[in-house]
């Protein structure tokens, strides 16, 4: 089996299950406890803290430890926006081409505390522009939040640009990076804060990770014992943590080296698709994407139909985010690209994982994997 689904989740790296494997054993106190075994355990959660600091360029004390990149797109969102409502700051901007944590985020705080979002344009690619930024820009604006990198498509904000037009404005920005971690550079974005998820980067599921710089006031979302310095209460995951960084600090040491090695395979198979398929069209940003992330659209299919297809011969992919598997509408993203709603439906969305097609991959093996996809659509289009 060929799994290409890595945007959904990926498999726990030996690495990963032997760093975190003490705190899953002897190694089990509470960091709150105040004797040695609980002690051992707030020290391995500080090492933790400030291993995650260090890959996003930020300080350990700015670091909220999660229970993935949900709630970190929570806490960020509502939690940044609801602690500037007493200064009459009651507007956010995103755009309809985030995560639904993000979106979904947006719209709690509209119905429960009268914040109106402005939904920035996005180009048929997928990009959003430092102009159009500037523009929707208002004295109230309490936050700007975007994806690093697009979760279906795979499109690349230039974040530094739109940061330096948040900042000048005095408007904090929050990146959601759980797709962007381990491929692109998340040290000198100029964001205020940065949402990680620990399964896209070969930790257990369940874990994650908000930083949120110093200065930045933010209203905690969960209410208890005051863990996290008072923005996140809740009995720390340790072994969730001690995970996280030791997956981001591995993934962050191989960065450079997949993403020459995957982006090449990507490219090629992108070619071999496009040259295959007469149907094929290539959605998000042809150039600023990741490497690992391909969507096509193949009009006059099923995307439902080719992923079946795919899989009997051996390969796993997705028609797009796994938040929205099982849901019959065609993705809000491809719709906000301004693809038709019977072409988006028809979508395919393949995510190599930082091994690209494997380390015993033949040298052909983009243009094998191209034919398969061939095949199936082939087989669709002929029922």
Not at 313 to 338: I, Q, T
Not at 339 to 359: E, K, N, S, Y
Request: charged fraction near 20%; proline fraction near 5%; aromatic fraction near 2%.
């Amino acid at each position: 089996m060929l799994y290409l689904d890595h945007a959904a989740t990926s498999p726990v790296r030996a690495e990963v299950r032997a760093a975190m494997a003490p705190f899953l054993g002897d190694a089990f106190g509470n960091p709150s406890s105040h004797h040695t075994v609980g002690e051992a355990a707030a020290a391995a959660l500080d090492d933790a803290r400030a291993r995650v600091a260090a890959v996003l360029g930020m300080r350990p004390g700015d670091v909220v430890f999660t229970s993935g990149g949900t709630e970190a797109n929570n806490l960020a969102v509502k939690g940044i926006v609801l602690a500037t409502l007493a200064r009459g700051r009651k507007h956010l901007v995103t755009t309809p081409i985030e995560h639904e944590s993000i979106l979904a985020s947006a719209d709690h705080l509209a119905r429960f505390h009268d914040v109106e979002t402005t939904m920035l344009p996005v180009s048929g690619t997928g990009i959003v522009t430092p102009a159009d930024l500037a523009a929707a820009l208002r004295p109230d604006t309490a936050l700007v939040s975007l994806g690093h990198a697009n979760n279906e498509v795979g499109t690349v904000q230039d974040v530094p640009g739109l940061a330096a037009v948040a900042s000048g404005a005095g408007v904090p920005l929050h990146v959601d990076a759980v797709q962007s971690a381990g491929w692109l550079a998340l040290r000198g974005l100029g964001a205020d804060a940065v949402s990680i998820a620990g399964h896209k980067l070969g930790a257990p599921k369940g874990t994650g990770a908000v930083a949120v710089r110093g200065r930045i006031q933010i209203e905690p979302v969960l209410h208890g014992g005051g863990q996290e310095r008072g923005r996140r209460s809740g009995t720390e995951n340790v072994a969730g943590a001690v995970a996280l960084a030791t997956a981001l600090e591995l993934a962050e040491a191989e960065r450079e080296q997949a993403c020459r090695r995957v982006g090449a395979q990507s490219r090629r198979f992108i070619d071999a698709v496009l040259a295959a398929v007469r149907s094929a069209r290539l959605t998000g940003d042809p150039v600023h994407r990741l490497p690992g992330t391909v969507s096509f659209t193949f009009a006059g299919t099923s995307g439902e139909a080719v992923l079946l297809e795919l899989e009997r011969r051996g390969v796993v992919s997705s028609s797009g985010s796994a938040c929205a598997a099982g849901s019959d509408e065609p993705s809000p993203v491809l719709l906000a690209l301004g693809i038709d709603p019977a072409v988006a439906q028809t979508a395919v969305r393949f995510t190599f994982g930082r091994a690209g097609l494997g380390p015993g991959a033949p040298e052909d093996a983009p243009e094998r994997l191209a034919g398969l996809v061939a095949e199936a659509v082939d087989r669709v289009t002929a029922l």
